[in-house]
């Protein structure tokens, strides 16, 4: 994790998440690292925001659309960040993740020292790779109520994806159902017990599309029968492998931005100032998966912003709707180990 500071005297920053690297230090204790072939991206050609064609259809229009200030901050960051070292055109690999995925309802955990795997004994006998220190539940979140017997308390940092509803994945399932995972109303997500699994120095973290639809849910809705209070909402900017946008700013609501929306909250009790310096960070950037929804890991970022017991060395972390494993998190999904497939990973190297 990287904070870029395109102004010495500011105390604005950005934060770089090398989401190849942080999963592969994350695993160092193992013999397996996150294929290259997974973060290939080449930018699109962007297009100046007074030039892009307005659409015809009509849409709620949310506040805060990008404009030419948002493309300076943007390039002002861009500046100041390294240039990618050792960044080779990788062999394109077979797309492993839209394999059937069969695991039943299940439960498992590793607190081996290190890496372990898990055959599936399915009729592909796909083979898992369980990190360290990492516990799942191969479940639908639905049933979360069920299973808050089996987890803690409370947790220090809870991370959300929730399968918001979206043209894609509705697209998805038509050509092919199993690609597709099933879709919440927002309704239903808040009715998640959530605030059951929080304390006052807790910190969740929610990705949102840019459905202003899905937004206003979240923050008139969803946060408060959390019993969540907003700390605060920034942009998740899509890089390519060469560091640059993945796609142009769109001024036109109904064209594809080059990110989503990361939401940071507290419990509503939580004391006036925790977490607020959170509220530094102007956006993250990062080189995404080419899987969807695969997203970055958030706890380098805001462990330092978590405040934990005394004598407690680690932060007791949860993630919901999660599709890939990390040391110090119970991961709950119904696809928990879709992305921990020994195929998307290769021998470790030295270069990470």
Avoid at 53 to 69: G, H, I, N, T, Y
Avoid at 180 to 207: C, E, F, H
Avoid at 289 to 305: F, G, T
């Amino acid at each position: 994790m990287l904070k870029l500071q395109a102004k010495a005297e500011s105390d604005r920053f950005a934060v770089f998440l090398d989401h190849r690297r942080l999963i592969n230090e994350a695993y160092s204790n193992g013999d397996y690292q996150l294929k290259s072939s997974l973060f290939q991206f080449e930018a699109k050609r962007a297009q100046p925001l007074d030039e892009q064609k307005k659409s015809k259809k009509r849409k709620r229009v949310p506040e805060d659309l990008p404009d030419e200030a948002d493309s300076h901050t943007i390039e002002k960051y861009l500046a100041v960040l390294p240039t990618p070292v050792g960044r080779k055109t990788a062999t394109p690999l077979p797309r492993y993740w839209e394999a059937p995925y069969t695991l039943p309802q299940l439960h498992g955990a590793n607190q081996s020292g290190q890496v372990q795997k898990f055959h599936s004994g399915d009729e592909a006998n796909t083979s898992y790779i369980i990190p360290d220190r990492a516990r799942f539940y191969n479940h639908n979140v639905d049933h979360l109520p069920a299973l808050l017997p089996q987890l803690l308390p409370s947790y220090d940092l809870i991370v959300v994806d929730p399968p918001w509803r979206n043209k894609y994945i509705r697209r998805l399932k038509r050509v092919k159902q199993e690609l597709g995972y099933s879709m919440l109303d927002n309704d239903q997500l808040a009715l998640l017990p959530l605030a059951k699994l929080t304390n006052t120095r807790t910190l969740v973290a929610i990705w949102c599309t840019n459905s202003i639809q899905h937004q206003t849910a979240l923050e008139t809705h969803i946060l408060p029968s959390w019993n969540l209070r907003l700390l605060h909402k920034v942009r998740w900017y899509k890089l390519s492998t060469d560091h640059q946008l993945v796609g142009p700013l769109h001024a036109d609501p109904t064209q594809k931005q080059p990110y989503e929306m990361l939401y940071v909250a507290c419990h509503t009790d939580s004391h006036e100032n925790y977490g607020k310096d959170v509220q530094k960070a102007e956006l993250i950037l990062s080189v995404p998966s080419i899987v969807h929804s695969h997203k970055p890991p958030l706890l380098p970022w805001l462990r330092q912003h978590i405040e934990l017991d005394l004598n407690q060395a680690d932060p007791n972390c949860l993630e919901l709707f999660a599709r890939y494993l990390q040391p110090q998190f119970t991961s709950i999904g119904l696809e928990v180990l879709k992305l921990m497939d020994e195929r998307l990973y290769e021998a470790r190297t030295h270069n990470i």
